[in-house]
């Protein structure tokens, strides 16, 4: 069973809009870290954000927030105020303990 | 400046050809991991390290070795490579937690686009 979902391949928004790009999981272990990566055309890859299993408010950093809710097992990326070089390909990871596991990305388009 | 460093940076070679990566990084992380990543599959772990001399399996291991006998660095081995193994590569580090068990945002290397004839 997949552990990370990403179910999205593709979305598109105009600049100064916000988009969600979605994250499911699945583990059974309670102790666990989400992490949210970037990786534009270049091809680096750029680390977003990051919630831990018991952090009790949802992540925040700039225009990036995650909204964490545990109990569905969701973990999913907000970007507000969308700019052009917000378009990038976008992965969910998740970690139990020290295997990193990552889902299949969704390409963000932003346009003027 | 903290950073994870790859070389090569492009390789072509033939089936069968040994041929070494290098990964190392400048800010003391006890994590080294090696990643693939091929189009619609997201990236895959091939190998991590939690220490020097500690190493340990990811998803996709077969075919590749590693070996960290320093903390800082983490070469990725292909004894004998095979077109499947076209890919691109990513090395990452990071800290560890104090448990011991429990990593935190990895640093990616540039990665290293390899294409085996």
């Known amino acids: 069973a997949q552990k990370i979902t990403q179910t999205q391949p593709g979305m598109f928004v105009q600049e100064k809009e916000a988009v969600t790009l979605d994250c499911t999981y699945d583990?059974?272990?309670?102790?666990?870290?989400l992490f949210w990566y970037k990786q534009p055309s270049s091809g680096e890859m750029i680390f977003l954000i990051y919630?831990?299993?018991?952090?009790?408010q949802n992540a925040t950093e700039g225009r990036y927030s995650l909204n964490f809710q545990k109990a569905r097992k969701s973990a999913n990326l907000v970007i507000s105020a969308s700019q052009l070089g917000d378009s990038a390909m976008y992965f969910c990871?998740?970690?139990?303990?020290?295997?990193?596991?990552f889902g299949k990305g969704t390409t963000l388009s932003v346009s003027s | 400046e903290a950073q994870v460093t790859q070389n090569p940076r492009y390789l072509i070679t033939v089936t069968g050809k040994k041929l070494t990566v290098t990964c190392s990084q400048n800010?003391?992380?006890?994590?080294m991991s090696w990643y693939r990543q091929d189009p619609g599959l997201g990236l895959r772990q091939i190998y991590y390290?939690?220490?020097?001399?500690?190493?340990d399996k990811g998803d996709v291991p077969e075919g590749y070795k590693v070996s960290r006998k320093e903390k800082r660095n983490f070469p990725l081995i292909l004894e004998s490579p095979s077109p499947n193994q076209t890919s691109l590569y990513f090395c990452?580090?990071?800290?560890?937690?104090?448990?011991?068990?429990?990593?935190?945002?990895?640093?990616f290397g540039p990665g290293t686009r390899l294409t085996v004839t």
């Open positions: 990871a998740i970690n139990e303990g020290t295997a990193l596991i």
């Open positions: 390290s939690m220490n020097v001399e500690v190493t």
């Open positions: 919630q831990g299993s018991y952090d009790q």
């Open positions: 583990t059974s272990d309670p102790s666990y870290g």
């Open positions: 990452a580090s990071s800290l560890v937690g104090l448990g011991g068990n429990q990593i935190y945002e990895q640093y």
């Open positions: 800010m003391n992380h006890e994590y």
